[in-house]
């Protein structure tokens, strides 16, 4: 039923429809009091699901606490004549997805500053505990002086509990850029926000989707099973730094992606080579006055010199440096049976460099990493099962090569020899008592099982509980930040039952900062590197 002009909704007056949207129709409206313009949104999918309904007012009173630059800001929600509607903020730049429609472009410097915008937008609502669920270029709007501003927070999940008649088993969301857990049904979390923005930021820099040209089922496919060209296949005027930055954000496994998207901003602006300068002023010669005396030139060869000796000792410094300094890698292990879990550490790097973990010799990536202040990470990497037996390079991977790699001996999983069958013999003979089957040692999965909170300030004490740990080794926890890892509580026996709980420090600032983190615990043994872990998201205020 549509909505006739004058009709008053809240503090709003509805002034004309404007068309309509996914969900319905929309209206211009203006605040009765301050004549802002704002936007009425029907949602006709939900009028029919009283518990879409209950969801819907749960959802908004969650938005509305949302206070961000990068936000489309929710005025008011309700229902009209029975179909709920939400009130919002004006665009007047419209969708983002009208502004790329048709394969275009946007200028790589545009797209990377509303890239940031979003990226800041999404890690906000993260550290509140709101997810979006459904990041795509039609839920970016354009503000004034094309700001952009992320809107429809939390409606494609209400569409899980109003599924309209005859519809697909497509799960609500754009497929286009749909996180695989989403697809599969699995815990579904800030990094799926993450994935779905990595695609749109693949979308702007390519000028199509991670999977373009194949139906919504067939993209819902391949996000779970295939992997995306890279977008310097698609562009090769991309560099191939870019790749890998990208890649790390579609990752299947949510927990090798970027922690958080403005990180991956980040990665992106490094790869593509920072910030250009638009341009240089000239310096303009200074015009003194003509003096009758000869100028004393002695300060100006006394300066020149002084100038080159320090230019030289610069040279001099930086080409010691290069020679007892160049970035490393070094494993936990030299050898593994795949699959395993291998640590991973780098030293000498440029100092907050980004990039992947990679196995150069079977071309495929397997973590990223940051830098810290000093040039040091550590990251835990998983060694995959498929992966042929053999020496395999491993490498620190950035803008296009990997200066830093370790050889990883990688030995074929053990296959059960049959049992020899007994020769006949001409006459019976006693059969010897069989040996009892050694029983298999258990598989552990350590897991995370609880946290006493997961927004935390520097020097919290929170507790953490875990399950799946080998009770024949211990355990560590750490806390992990922009790529480096702090150790909150040293080794530790773990219980017979293989679970325990315990209490654990934040570590004070500047250790900790505010915005997302993770709490990780390792199964380890006296003398031997951490592996494997479990991970936990947190937001320290």
Known sequence: MPIQPGTKLGAFVVDESIGRGSLGAVYRARHEADQRTAVVKLLQPLSANPDAKTRFASEMQSVMRLRHSNVLTVYDYGEFEGVPYLV?????????????????????????ALLRGVAAALDYAHSVGVLHGDVNPSNVMLGYDDRPLLAD??????????????STPIPPGDPAYMAPERISGGPVGPPADNYSFAAMAYELLTGRVPFAGETALEQLYSHVHRAPPAPSAVDPSL???VDGVILAGLAKDPGRRWPSCVEMVDGLEAALGGAVVESVEA????????????????PLWIGLGALALVLLALVAFFLIRGRTSNPTL???????????????KGQNLPPNQLGTIQIQSNPQQIGNFRADSSGSFQT???????????????????NGSCPASSTLNVSPSPTPTPSATPAPTAAPTPVPTTAPTPTPRPVFNPQISGLSTTTVAPGDQIQVAGSGFDPARQYVIAFQQNGRQTIIKQ????????????????????????GPAFIVACITSPGQAPAPCAQQQITVQ
């Open 239 to 241: 560099p191939r730094g």
């Open 491 to 514: 080794a530790t026996d773990v219980p017979p039952n293989g679970t325990f709980t315990t209490t654990v420090r934040i570590p004070s600032s500047p250790t900790a900062q505010p």
């Open 380 to 398: 835990v990497v998983t060694i995959p099962a498929n992966l042929p037996a053999g020496s395999h390079l491993i490498g620190a991977c950035w």
């Open 330 to 344: 070094i494993l936990s292990e030299s050898s593994v049976q795949a699959p395993a879990d291998v640590v991973v």
């Open 88 to 112: 919002e903020e004006y665009a007047p730049g419209g969708r983002l997805a009208d502004r790329i429609s048709g394969g275009r472009r946007m200028d790589r410097r545009a797209a990377v």
């Open 283 to 298: 310096l303009e010669p200074v015009v003194e006055e003509e003096v009758e005396r000869k100028p004393n030139r002695l």
């Open 153 to 166: 927070f939390g409606l494609a999940r209400l569409l899980q509990t109003a599924p309209t008649p005859g």
